[in-house]
């Protein structure tokens, strides 16, 4: 989970009050977060750092200073800041002036999207430049997959000259000098020889193509998302007016990442100014975007469903404070449903939250606002009676049976790559659940079947006597469109023999006993699965319908996985034969 420092001196003057460690502590938890170590009180107030963990990754408005101190303040029944004095609308955009950045169409395969904004009013201090960085690289690393799609720069204003230009350089023909150095180095060459090359450089390496921004003067700014310039974009104490800007791969992650920069620092009394970026394709918010913008979509709740779910008795009014205390805006509406009179709020959340996505999260909000020590405790009124689930009585049925045909269980993750979970397996991913924002490639899909599971033990298992014959009971999961969910996940067996005789007819007859033995007759037909090799596959039909498959690995997907003898596997779905 992220971990923030926070400046004592500046979060306590956000905060509008003082709090001792232990009563901080009980209050943090309206941010779902706690502290993780409280500072030495020997050391001088302006320069404790509280150290603070956040228990949830989707609110990376909380991932600062001034996140943390406003959804304290914002809980205590503060009054509202006013973000829509900076805050372009579909169909009501601010005005930019000549702050204006172009976007060379050369980027759409490279790093094709952009936002900007400037913060100005007043010179930044020490503490709040520290939180600042903080912030940036805190989205950039947790949001922003490593800076992969979301980077972030600033750069002071005075010393630039509008309007920007975001374009595709010759990385081995481009020179500038970056910070921390007192050299001009090629682009090339800052991926090799500086430290934060060395650190990101692994996001441009393969392109032919490297990102420049540059103002109207040709002066560097920066080569997102590595390094700034020594120029530009050497941002210090002092400063006053700053650009911000944000790139990336994910447009919608971008534009939240600039609300809520935006707002943190409109919310620390500077002024922000919005940017517009001119992009030559579609990027989701148009092609002119001008940030600082408001997308974020109203979510509907109902009274009924949030005291059923919270086993309360709020009243309209103490839903509205609550949903209030958590800096949301709350319309309301009488409405019939069924026959029977309730409450519908709408709730439009603030700019700088985009975690809104079911009736569910606006009742956690309910939660919360109200104040979670606020419920009282009650004991189950229902008796029941610990029990197996069936699916997991079948399943160790199947599991002592795979055992008696000489294979071992295995155990793996359910969360994988790309690289893994298609690629290797040449199958289609428009089924393939990916998760929205991963923190790792590694894991970044949720596996469809289990035979990738396999093969990936069998590839670092050369050394081990052949045959080797494994197997696993598990989860996968898919996208299914007769689900309310959009996906399905079912339990499956996946096995897998591996040797010199790995083949069909072993496989079959291992599938005809596995099936004998759990009470089921089954045919075989023809099958297409590119997993296996094209006339060595079967599908199995049990009452008409296809549950599983097995046959001989396609010599492609061995070769994928590195795995040098010929392999015999097979998948079946457990829940259909139950």
């Known amino acids: 989970m992220p971990k923030i420092e926070v400046n004592e001196n500046l979060f306590f003057d956000l905060l509008g009050k003082k709090y001792d460690y232990d009563v901080l502590e009980k209050k943090l938890t309206c941010a779902k977060a706690e502290l993780d170590e409280k500072p030495d009180t020997s050391v001088p107030a302006d320069e404790r750092v509280i150290k603070i963990e956040l228990n949830d990754t989707n609110r990376p408005d909380l991932w600062s200073t001034n996140g ?12 509202h800041a006013d973000y829509d ?63 992969k799609t979301i980077s972030m720069g600033l750069y002071r204003v005075a010393d630039i000259k509008f309007p920007v230009h975001y374009k595709a350089v010759d990385p081995d023909k481009t020179s500038f000098v970056p910070l921390a150095c007192t050299e001009p180095m090629t682009c090339r060459q800052i991926l090799t020889e500086h430290p934060k090359g060395k650190d990101y450089g692994w996001i441009l390496k393969d392109m032919e193509k490297f990102p420049l921004l540059t103002d109207d003067a ?19 104490v ?84 609550a949903l209030y205390c958590m800096g949301n805006k709350v319309t309301v509406q009488k409405v019939t449903k069924d026959g029977t009179e309730d409450t519908e709020f709408v709730l439009e959340p603030p700019p700088y939250r985009n975690d809104f996505l079911h009736e569910v999260d606006v009742i956690e909000d309910v939660m919360i606002g109200r104040g979670v020590e606020t419920f009282e405790p009650k004991k189950p009124s229902d008796f029941t009676i610990g029990r197996l689930l069936p699916v997991t009585q079948f399943s160790r049925k199947a599991k002592t049976l795979m055992v008696g045909l000489g294979y071992q269980e295995m155990i793996f993750n359910y969360v994988g790559s790309k690289h893994d979970y298609i690629d290797n397996m040449g199958i289609d991913p428009a089924k ?9 490639e590694n894991y970044q899909f949720i596996r469809p079947e289990i035979i990738s599971s396999l093969l990936r033990a069998e590839s670092g298992s050369a050394n081990a006597q052949f045959p080797h014959k494994i197997f696993e009971i598990g989860k996968v999961a898919y996208l299914c469109d007769e689900e309310n969910t959009g996906t399905r996940t079912r339990q499956k067996l996946g096995f897998l023999t591996a040797g010199a005789n790995a083949n069909f007819n072993d496989a079959a007859s291992e599938v005809s006993a596995l099936l004998y033995f759990l009470d089921h007759k089954y045919e075989v037909k023809e099958s297409s699965d590119p997993r296996f090799i094209p006339g060595r596959q079967a599908a199995v039909i049990v009452n008409g319908k296809e549950v599983g498959v097995f046959g001989e690995v396609h010599p492609q997907v061995l070769t994928n996985w590195a795995v040098s003898v010929p392999c015999a596997a097979g998948e079946i779905d457990l829940e259909e034969l139950m």
């Open 432 to 440: 393939v659940i990916e998760i929205a924002n991963p923190m790792s």
């Open 218 to 236: 040709g002066e560097v700014m920066s080569m997102a998302p590595i390094i700034n310039s020594a120029t530009l974009g050497a941002v210090k």
């Open 238 to 321: 002092g400063d006053k007016d700053l650009m911000v800007e944000l790139t990336g791969s994910d447009m919608e992650s971008l534009m939240l990442s600039a609300n809520i920069v935006a707002c943190d620092f409109a919310d620390c009394g500077y002024e922000i100014l919005p940017v517009r970026v001119d992009h030559p394709y579609e990027t989701g918010f148009g092609m002119s975007v001008t940030a600082p913008f408001y997308f974020q979509p109203s979510t509907k709740a109902y009274l009924s469903h949030i005291n059923k779910l919270l086993g309360s008795a709020f009243t309209t009014e103490e839903t509205i404070a």
């Open 85 to 147: 004095t900076f805050m372009s609308r579909k169909g009501a955009v601010k005005d930019c002036g000549n702050r204006i950045v172009t976007v060379d169409p050369e980027l759409r395969n490279i790093r094709p999207f952009m936002v900007a904004f400037v913060i100005s009013g007043k010179a930044i201090d020490d503490p709040m430049l520290k939180d600042v960085i903080q912030t940036q690289e805190k989205l950039a690393w947790n949001f922003g997959r490593k800076r």
């Open 68 to 79: 943390v101190a406003r959804q304290l303040r914002l809980h205590e029944g503060s009054v």
